[in-house]
């Protein structure tokens, strides 16, 4: 009688550690086909990946006022030209500071004209100033 009542226990013993093997299997994240007779097995495993997208060319900043106008931080994410308009600055002209950040990278153009261009270079502008006669347009185009 002992002999069977360990054989019972031995049992159940197997009976629940083949229960908690397989429930352990049930979150596999893998999927798969197999074909017999050949027996051809095919398995894919998720994975995350990182898409790559291109990032968007810059686009022109543009900026608009009249008279005397601080116009306060300028990021420029690359080279560029910066273009500008004052169609009253013919004769007392069109002045634009700017401190940049980097080496010597400043924004000063002062001209007696109704329009001019200048190279800018990629910076960060702060306490950017106009000082024109009128109505002004300046326009910041990254290089191709």
Same mark, same amino acid.
């Given at each position: 009688m002992k002999f069977v009542k360990l054989s019972l226990l031995g049992f159940g013993l197997l009976l629940v550690i083949g229960v908690i093997a397989t429930a352990g299997s049930h979150g596999a994240k893998t999927t798969g086909t197999t074909q017999s007779p050949a027996l +051809? @097995? @095919? @398995? +894919?495993?998720a994975s995350k990946t990182a898409a790559k997208t291109a990032a968007a *060319? %810059?686009? *022109?900043q543009v900026f %608009?006022?009249?008279g005397s106008e601080n116009l306060g931080t300028i990021v420029v994410p690359t080279d560029s030209t910066l273009t500008w308009s004052c169609a009253s600055c013919t004769e007392t002209g069109m002045q634009i500071l700017a401190d940049g950040q980097g080496l010597g990278n400043d924004i000063e153009v002062m001209q007696t004209a109704a329009s001019g261009k200048s190279a800018v270079s990629a910076d @960060?502008?702060?306490n950017v100033t106009v000082n024109a006669d009128g109505a002004f347009t300046i326009t910041i185009t990254p290089n191709s």
């Open positions: +051809q @097995t @095919t @398995t +894919q495993t *060319p %810059a686009k *022109p %608009a006022g009249n @960060t502008y702060h």
